[in-house]
């Protein structure tokens, strides 16, 4: 068990919709990063949070967005769905003092259709 | 720009055999590398990490990695596999010095482990 934890585990919704992904990383933990998997690629990078400031951002669509919260939990907002963006979502982890070194702690991941 | 690679989609192995995942990266600067494995619908695990000046690195359930700064290389390797093994693995690359840095993974490798 890594200490990140992930909800919902699935997710089901129609196009044009939006949803919520729940986050919250391991105690102590300050840095949270999302990351997307889909079936043909591999791990995509979204968008990191340091102690509830955005720290890096990659190839995230405008229909998405996130936050990093006081209590240092952190959600994924994704709207205006589309069937594309079907994927496993990933939230991870990382102490952040500790140096470049420092691995991330994954959770077991948000699988999201979109029908 | 920091990036990694994964030249091999797919490796299989007997079990017993020694068995090799290959990672390539590109970076300016000192190298921050990771391992991480993946099983079915589960999150990413870390395995190991590379600590500047060694050049071989112990990680979990008995996987090393060797790195090669002349061949820019950071190579998965066992001396005896096991059907467990089987599984997604990942190389990764800290995108810069700091810890707030994002993580640049690789394509991943499919490992598979015949008896």
């Known amino acids: 068990d890594s200490g990140v934890t992930q909800t919902p585990k699935h997710l089901i919704t129609a196009t044009g919709q939006r949803v919520t992904l729940r986050c919250s990383p391991r105690?102590?933990?300050?840095?949270v990063y999302w990351y997307q998997q889909s079936l043909d690629q591999g791990l995509q990078f979204l968008i990191q949070?340091?102690?509830?400031?955005?720290?890096a951002k990659g190839n995230i669509l405008e229909r998405f967005s996130a936050q990093q919260f006081p209590d240092l939990h952190s959600e994924l907002n994704l709207s205006s769905l589309e069937l594309g963006d079907s994927a496993l979502y990933f939230c991870?982890?990382?102490?952040?003092?500790?140096?470049?070194?420092?691995?991330?702690?994954f959770g077991n991941g948000t699988r999201l259709t979109v029908t | 720009a920091q990036s990694v690679a994964q030249p091999e989609d797919q490796v299989n192995v007997a079990e017993g055999n020694p068995l090799t995942v290959k990672c390539t990266y590109s970076?300016?600067?000192?190298?921050?590398l990771f391992w991480y494995v993946q099983y079915p619908n589960r999150g990413l695990q870390f395995l190991l990490k590379?600590?500047?000046?060694?050049?071989l690195v112990k990680g979990s359930y008995g996987f090393e990695a060797e790195f090669n700064k002349s061949q820019t290389s950071f190579h998965l390797k066992k001396p005896s596999a096991l059907v467990s093994d089987s599984a997604l693995y990942f190389c990764?690359?800290?995108?810069?010095?700091?810890?707030?840095?994002?993580?640049?993974f690789g394509s991943g490798t499919r490992l598979s482990i015949r008896p």
């Open positions: 991870a982890s990382s102490v952040g003092r500790q140096g470049p070194n420092s691995p991330l702690h």
């Open positions: 105690s102590g933990d300050l840095s």
């Open positions: 949070y340091y102690n509830g400031e955005e720290r």
């Open positions: 970076v300016s600067g000192n190298p921050y």
């Open positions: 590379y600590i500047t000046g060694d050049n």
């Open positions: 990764a690359v800290r995108a810069g010095y700091s810890s707030a840095s994002k993580i640049i």
